[in-house]
């Protein structure tokens, strides 16, 4: 914050010095020039005649969509139990995984930090950032098409998620609670047990609940490279086009993706 | 200490101490563990695993950790280039797009400033944009606006939306009225108050979560390719569907470097602001 004094002897207030103002200006024409040239790249490769015709197809579609056909529920229950079965065990699964990692990766409970600990650091890191769609892929490639190999891919995808936040959590415990069990005598595992598990046990439960309810959303879409579920309906009607399935299909996922939104609040309301 | 507690104590004292349950009531708690019993048995009865097909498949899994141990960056170079620069290109346009987008929104979203159909017009926007996945976004801009990264640049600027402005009107919810009032109290008009008011007080944050979904539409990009709404997962597909694991393995370890880099990045960057 400046002010400067103008010929006239009045002085005046600006927010920044000509410096700033002027390193602000390049940055700002560098950023415009790196999207300048990116939306560029997007443009040449786009066929602009199809996103000129977009109103007229979209409505079109819309028109072929609707209404929704509503008999096609009766082939959807099982696909929907599918989905769900996808999502709980998968989280089952993910957080028996996750439970030991996040042990490994947490700075006061890994037994070495030179080792261990980069290594679980790098399970988070690499399970995290691949989505479930990938990983899915994958294993169908391995274990062949249908609901375990979605199960599977959602267990593996939840373990970085889970581990990273359980792993905060149990570095931020109290130390003084842990220092009591270990005055009286307890072993390494009486120690886990009574004083660092409790201080993480909500915590824990936040993380289940909330991965589910992210879980319940992957899975619906996770069918579409054939790992079971609704989204194998999902694909099979696209492929087909028939599009009043699809808006009925995705009415399905919408209420799955609410209710599922909906219980997670509520367990997490009661628990913390 | 009052007197019950003596006693209760002295009821007490030689008997054993158990961990209490989590679940006070009796029935709750039993119900519950029959209950996730039940679902657990229905739920693991209905998955039908082949068994034999897993077991075929093992060796292929081996294929690929050794794949991953020798990733093949060379032969299919130029395709991986292409889709890397064509993912990114994608998540810097749809942030960029989708901050300028997100930040009126956020605005109008946020119940202290906004009037209340503004508030609800808005707020109905976040909620349609955060319940739809991308994917599914993607399939239907790709119906509509053809093949290409123009869909998954706009699916990705949409999903932007509903995560940015909700947590922008959160955090202009609990700004700090009274600097807001100090600037109001100055004479300055609606514009002027935002801009020095408001938007100081929740600067810091939109640079934190910019960069936060940067990178999460940087590895959303990374699926889009599936539907074929650009970027590189339409080359992670082809490479999958022929059995290329090197080449996948590859394209994996860069999409983790890219994101850890981002993630370090970002970290910098809300050290520096924050």
New interface residues.
């Given amino acids: 914050m400046v002010t400067h004094t103008q010929t006239d002897g009045t002085r005046t207030w600006s927010r920044r010095t000509q410096k700033q103002s002027l390193i602000r200006w390049v940055a700002w024409l560098i950023g415009v020039a790196v999207f300048v040239f990116c939306w560029n790249r997007i443009s040449e490769v786009t066929t602009w005649f199809f996103v000129w015709d977009a109103p007229r197809i979209a409505g079109d579609i819309f028109g072929r969509a609707t209404p929704p056909r509503w008999s096609y529920i009766d082939q959807l229950w099982g696909p929907i139990w599918d989905t769900l079965n996808i999502a709980t065990l998968g989280t089952i699964i993910s957080l028996m995984l996750a439970v030991p990692v996040a042990f490994l990766a947490a700075r006061n409970t890994t037994p070495s930090k030179m080792f261990i600990r980069p290594i679980a650091l790098f399970i988070i890191v690499a399970t995290r950032s691949i989505n479930s769609l990938i990983w899915a892929l994958l294993l169908i490639a391995i274990i062949g098409p249908g609901v375990f190999a979605g199960i599977v891919a959602i267990a593996i995808r939840s373990i970085g998620f889970c581990a990273k936040l359980l792993y905060e959590a149990i570095e931020e415990i109290n130390e003084t609670q842990v220092e009591a069990i270990t005055a009286t005598g307890a072993s390494r595992w009486q120690v886990m047990l009574y004083g660092v598990v409790p201080q993480i046990l909500p915590a824990f439960a936040g993380i289940a609940v909330f991965r589910w309810d992210i879980n319940i959303r992957e899975s619906t879409v996770l069918g579409l490279v054939g790992a079971g579920g609704i989204g194998l309906q999902l694909s099979a009607s696209l492929n087909v086009l028939a599009w009043p399935q699809v808006t009925l299909i995705l009415l399905v996922i919408l209420v799955a993706v609410v209710v599922g939104e909906w219980v997670s609040a509520k367990v997490r309301g009661a628990i913390i | 200490m009052n007197g019950a507690s003596v006693s209760e104590l002295d009821t007490l004292i030689g008997t054993g101490w158990k961990?209490p349950p989590?679940i006070k009531r009796d029935w709750l708690r039993w119900g519950l563990v029959i209950g996730a019993l039940i679902?657990?048995i229905a739920?693991?009865n209905?998955?039908?695993?082949?068994w034999e097909?897993?077991y075929a498949?093992?060796d292929?899994?081996a294929a690929?950790i050794a794949a991953f141990l020798q990733p093949d960056f060379e032969s299919r170079a130029g395709d991986i280039w292409e889709g890397m620069?064509?993912s990114?290109?994608?998540a810097?346009?749809s942030t960029?797009v989708g901050i300028a987008i997100s930040i009126p929104i956020g605005l109008g979203a946020a119940r202290n400033i906004a009037p209340l159909p503004v508030y609800l017009v808005c707020r109905a926007i976040i909620a349609v944009s955060r319940?739809?996945?991308e994917?599914?976004v993607a399939?239907?801009l790709v119906?509509?606006?053809?093949f290409?990264?123009?869909a998954g640049?706009l699916t990705l600027s949409f999903a932007t939306i509903g995560f940015l402005s909700k947590l922008l009107a959160e955090e202009i919810e609990s700004m700090d009225k009274v600097q807001a009032e100090a600037v109001k109290a100055t004479g300055s008009r609606w514009a002027q108050w935002v801009n020095y008011g408001v938007q100081p007080q929740f600067m810091p944050r939109l640079i934190g979560l910019s960069m936060y979904r940067l990178d999460i539409n940087f590895?959303?990009s990374?699926?889009l390719g599936?539907?074929g709404a650009?970027g590189i997962?339409a080359t992670?597909?082809t490479a999958?569907d022929r059995?290329e694991y090197d080449t996948?393995a590859a394209i994996?370890l860069i999409?983790?470097v890219i994101?850890?880099g981002l993630?370090y990045l970002s970290g910098l960057i809300r050290a520096r602001v924050q």
């Fill in positions: 961990k989590l679902y657990l739920a693991i209905s998955v039908e695993v082949n097909r897993v498949g093992l292929r899994g690929f620069l064509e990114i290109v994608m810097i346009t960029v319940a739809l996945q994917i599914i399939i239907l119906a509509i606006f053809g290409g990264p123009l640049f590895r959303e990374a699926i599936l539907v650009g997962g992670l597909n999958f059995y996948a994996l999409i983790i994101v850890m993630e």
